[in-house]
């Protein structure tokens, strides 16, 4: 016996299990992330500003509603601010438990304290299941179910009774509450059931306790959610809310080269972001070489463990197989096959040595991921917060700073293309006006539009990396640079860092009153007609055909009116009428003529430039709320080009 498994044989097993959850608990809590996902920062959304009722999320059913338990929680006892920590260490705590059950499971399969201790720990310090562990995300709590239903597994086969297949049965109805893809343990559960009964009769009955609570819990509160919570009318609006992300053809598709790349990525970066092939292959190793220890598995739990791989393998490698989340769920039976192997002498101390190489390589990974000082998309979000106020529109690169901006920066006027296409169902034509809509309502309402240059011509998916959301939906750099293009002229780089990605912004109203005032041979800067037959942006300028009394509305401004001396129109004009005037507006918006100023249009193609004294306005007011200007009094058929308006400062 090694001198490790000889102080592990003086320790109590009772003190064992207090001591890996001690560990594993405190571990997971010293190491929580400050750096999240973006499902994780979804979630943290959702709970710190949703009802109860709207929480529920098809794929996770459980998480959102239990999260909302947690805030209530929280709060009751004085919390403030976002339950974020708090769902983390939840989480933390979840996923300790899972490492300790998962010890007592592997001890009673193997009878080896020494395998059992290294094959749990191996699976609390892969990657993939510490920082989901440390973060705010779903599959932890499912992860832990799972174990337990092991555990229930061999009992099952030790034992053969109705009351554990019931059991097995609640416990698997909770992680597919976790995690509805869950719902493929079934087939290890029914094939250990099946292989450990000596009875066709016994077999039924075992196998009907399993699914009858299985079926109530899942199907129960399915039901309650679809046509009590979220009033459903028909089973074809529950089906297309339970397999809305299947129908996105995101995910899924046939197995090629790159899901089997995707498959070898995944797997690595499960058990280690940096040096996970070594990890991985040097594991194959010792599962090949000491395939003869299986033997000390039960038959029909060997054959349930084996399945539950393969088919979790299976539907994964077909989903997504190079995300690390849906490979959690294959940790415990994967472990409990490493428990087996490791009982022989030379596999233990190799065993020994590449869990000790996992933690030596992921502690240092999860705490440099969790440092919000080294977040690129942190420090992105933060310098953009800084010149941006509460009302401007940011558009930005699909991704986690659509979430970072409203959570960290109560900046809630964030958008991107994901968001556009997803609200438009997939049809670009939609979504680009729904983009170029947005721009337009934000700048008529007198705030900034902030836009990243790679949210324009979005950039290509690294190679081996996933499609990113425009390549899933077909569009090219090409397509989404297009949309943008009326309001190119308009833009101008922001003052940001040099070395973060470059954005450019259409300044405020307010800016453009005080500055060089808005040249319209560029766009419209949130300018609005009123009563007129036709308008267009001519490289001339605002090009309008007057109805009755037309109006140009400038967006709403706030400006003190003590500087200004004098407004400066330029425009061309082949009206018959010509008498034009310019209101100033106060700060309801209201327009009275004493504080307006008339004048005579000179007629002719040709640009004239008028610059009207402002003396008489500004004893009538001391700040004005906004600009409208008359063209003329009723159009005839002629048109109205203005080239400009700018108010002229002392």
């Not at 409990?336 to 933690?359: D, E, H, K, N, P």
């Not at 750099?477 to 101008?492: D, H, K």
Request: hydrophobic share 50%; glycine share 8%.
């Amino acid at each position: 016996m090694t001198t490790f498994g000889a102080v592990l044989s003086r320790i109590s097993l009772r003190w064992l299990v207090f001591i890996l959850l001690l560990v594993f608990s405190t571990l997971y809590g010293l190491t929580l992330t400050n750096v999240h996902t973006f499902d994780a920062l979804s979630y943290i959304l959702d709970v710190d500003r949703k009802p109860w009722s709207e929480l529920f999320h098809p794929h996770h059913l459980l998480y959102g509603p239990l999260g909302a338990v947690i805030r209530v929680l929280a709060t009751g006892i004085g919390w403030q601010g976002s339950v974020a920590v708090w769902l983390q260490f939840v989480n933390a705590i979840a996923g300790a438990i899972g490492v300790t059950i998962l010890f007592v499971v592997c001890r009673a399969v193997t009878r080896s304290t020494g395998a059992a201790l290294i094959a749990s720990t191996g699976m609390g310090f892969s990657y993939a299941y510490w920082y989901y562990a440390v973060e705010v995300e779903v599959y932890t709590l499912a992860a832990v179910a799972l174990v337990v239903a092991l555990w229930l597994m061999f009992r099952i086969v030790q034992t053969p009774t109705w009351q554990l297949s019931v059991w097995l049965g609640l416990v698997h109805g909770f992680a597919v509450l976790g995690h509805q893809t869950n719902v493929l343990f079934a087939v290890p559960a029914l094939l250990t059931i099946g292989l450990s009964t000596k009875t066709q009769q016994l077999r039924y009955q075992l196998g009907v306790a399993y699914l009858l609570p299985l079926v109530a819990v899942v199907g129960s509160a399915y039901l309650w959610v679809a046509f009590g919570v979220s009033g459903m009318r028909s089973w074809s609006e529950v089906w297309t809310w339970l397999t809305g992300y299947a129908r996105t053809g995101f995910w899924g598709g046939a197995i090629d080269q790159n899901k089997l790349t995707g498959l070898l990525k995944g797997w690595s970066e499960t058990l280690a972001l940096r040096g996970g092939a070594v990890i991985g292959i040097s594991g194959i190793v010792l599962l090949l070489a000491g395939r003869s220890a299986f033997s000390r598995l039960p038959r029909p739990l060997l054959i349930g463990v084996l399945s539950w791989l393969i088919v979790y393998g299976l539907f994964f490698l077909w989903w997504e197989p190079d995300n690390i989340e849906f490979w959690i769920a294959s940790l415990p039976p994967l472990a409990l096959l490493f428990s087996a192997v490791l009982t022989i002498q030379w596999i233990y101390r190799a065993g020994l040595v590449l869990v000790i190489v996992m933690l030596v390589l992921n502690l240092p990974t999860i705490i440099e991921r969790g440092d919000p000082n080294r977040d690129l998309q942190r420090r992105i979000a933060e310098s953009v917060a800084a010149i941006t106020q509460a009302g401007d529109l940011i558009i930005v690169p699909d991704g986690v700073l659509e979430l970072y901006l409203p959570y960290y920066w109560g900046h809630a006027n964030v958008y991107g293309l994901n968001q556009a296409m997803i609200a438009s169902s997939g049809d670009w034509s939609a979504a680009c006006a729904r983009i170029q809509q947005r721009i337009e309502t934000v700048l008529a309402a007198g705030y900034a539009v902030l836009i990243a240059d790679e949210a324009q011509r979005p950039l290509p998916a690294p190679p081996g990396q996933p499609p990113t959301p425009a390549e899933r939906f077909g569009l090219t750099a090409e397509m989404v640079s297009a949309c943008y293009a009326p309001i190119q002229s308009m833009l101008r780089m922001a003052p940001l860092p040099a070395d973060l990605p470059v954005y450019r912004f259409i300044p405020r109203a307010n800016v453009l009153a005080g500055g060089e005032g808005w040249d319209f041979r560029r766009g419209l800067w949130g300018w609005r007609a009123e009563q007129v037959e036709s308008e267009r942006i001519t490289p001339s300028g605002w090009h309008i055909i007057p109805g009755i009394d037309p109006k140009l509305n400038s967006p709403p401004l706030l400006l003190s009116s003590a500087d200004i001396v004098a407004v400066e129109v330029k425009l061309a004009a082949t009206t018959n009428a010509r008498e034009a005037q310019i209101f100033f507006l106060d700060l309801n918006g209201q327009a009275r003529e004493e504080r307006s100023i008339s004048f005579t249009l000179v007629p002719g193609t040709d640009m004239t430039t008028y610059r009207l004294p402002f003396d008489g306005i500004a004893e009538q007011m001391e700040r004005i709320g906004g600009i409208r200007f008359d063209p003329v009094s009723a159009g005839d058929g002629g048109t109205i080009i203005v080239e400009s308006i700018r108010l002229i400062y002392r």
